[in-house]
């Protein structure tokens, strides 16, 4: 069973998958076989760098991708300025984000303002991002805007393939921060006009900490300059000593050194399990179980779920509005029950995994300590 796979199963509610998934078996025992390899035997740095690089195939398929558009970073941030530092940006040009978004996709784009480079922000709207808010926003000096997919604040999740086609027609790089769904919702790079991708991997990938994945199209590859150059992104990583500039048009070209093998194994067992329940099943059932949080919330008194959008915008994030939020917090915490405190409101993000008999239970303890006085 697909439960039996995440041990904290067994002791608690675990509702903070936006902030991190707990470890599950396949990625356990990635982790203790390299931890044991290394202990009895140090380095298997062949085998790892054929992982590395077989990896890279894998990850494309989940995204409809070709393997040498996928690279690897140490987090989102580090991703997105590759192309925020790398692309050719000229006086005048302008950058479009949303207001309140996560902070790894507003500060590597800060820094464009150097170069003449005006930011531009989208408003909400009621916590949703919109079509139409975003063209109120573009100009004709507008080359870039860079969106999260599912909002980490209140959870809203945006139509990737009509805005995509927006910026595809208007010629505006499309940039997609994927940290909060890839893993959960379907993502085709190509059906949504996506020109640059990241997304870390310790969250709905399941993976481990210290690694995040990049998609960096072909079609742009050329016109990414690398800030940093390091040894691993060469064509031939094992020529040591004769210094050639030997770079591919590849996305690898921006990684440096050694990679976190260790999170690269996690990962690879980590994507394994995902394919091998799929990613529309794991979609589904998410989905599922986010229904049935939604109308329960919906049915207590004295809270509000802070955006309640349909199921085509809807991630798995879910962010309740409600008085005394952080001693709540806190009793839900010590009735082992995971979840965040955000914004003077509770977060919660089920995944797949958690059960509908977790759900009653939470509601009930939700509504519990709503009623209590003081």
Not at 38 to 51: A, E, P
Not at 236 to 242: L, P, S, V
């Amino acid at each position: 069973m697909i439960r039996q796979q995440f041990p904290v199963t067994d002791h608690m509610i675990y509702l903070d998958n936006a902030s991190r998934c707990p470890v599950c078996i396949p990625v356990t025992e990635s982790q203790k076989e390299y931890i044991d390899f290394c202990v009895k035997y140090g380095s298997d740095y062949k085998n790892w760098w054929q992982k590395v690089d077989s990896l890279r195939l894998k990850l494309g398929k989940l995204i409809n991708a070709s393997q040498n558009e996928i690279g690897y970073a140490s987090s989102t941030t580090s991703a997105m300025n590759i192309i925020a530092r790398g692309y050719p940006w000229k006086e005048g040009d302008n950058i479009v984000l949303i207001n309140h978004d996560f902070p790894s996709n507003i500060y590597p784009w800060l820094a464009c303002k150097k170069n003449g480079v005006q930011i531009r922000f989208i408003e909400p709207n009621n916590g949703k991002i919109h079509l139409e808010q975003i063209k109120q926003v573009v100009d004709n000096n507008t080359r870039a805007l860079s969106v999260s997919h599912v909002q980490a604040e209140n959870g809203f999740r945006c139509d990737l393939d009509v805005i995509g086609d927006f910026c595809d027609k208007k010629k505006i790089l499309f940039c997609v921060d994927a940290t909060q769904s890839l893993g959960v919702f379907p993502i085709d790079v190509k059906q949504s006009h996506i020109d640059f991708l990241a997304s870390s991997t310790y969250k709905w990938l399941m993976g481990s900490d210290g690694l995040a994945v990049f998609y960096c199209s072909d079609r742009i590859i050329d016109s990414v300059q690398q800030v940093f150059l390091g040894w691993s992104g060469r064509v031939n990583r094992n020529e040591f000593y004769y210094y050639p500039l030997d770079y591919p048009r590849e996305a690898r070209k921006f990684e440096l050194g050694n990679p976190n093998f260790s999170s690269i194994l996690a990962l690879d067992a980590a994507v394994d399990f995902h394919v091998s329940i799929g990613t529309s099943q794991i979609s589904n059932m998410t989905e599922n179980i986010v229904k049935i949080y939604k109308q329960g919330i919906n049915s207590i008194n004295n809270v509000e779920l802070v955006g309640d959008f349909d199921s085509a915008h809807q991630g798995a994030i879910i962010t309740i509005s409600l008085a005394n939020a952080d001693k709540i917090h806190l009793k839900l915490l010590k009735s082992k029950v995971a979840c965040s405190l955000r914004h003077n409101g509770i977060r919660i993000s089920p995944f797949f995994y958690n059960s509908e008999a977790e759900s009653y239970e939470f509601l009930e303890l939700l509504s519990e300590f709503v009623s209590m006085k003081g």
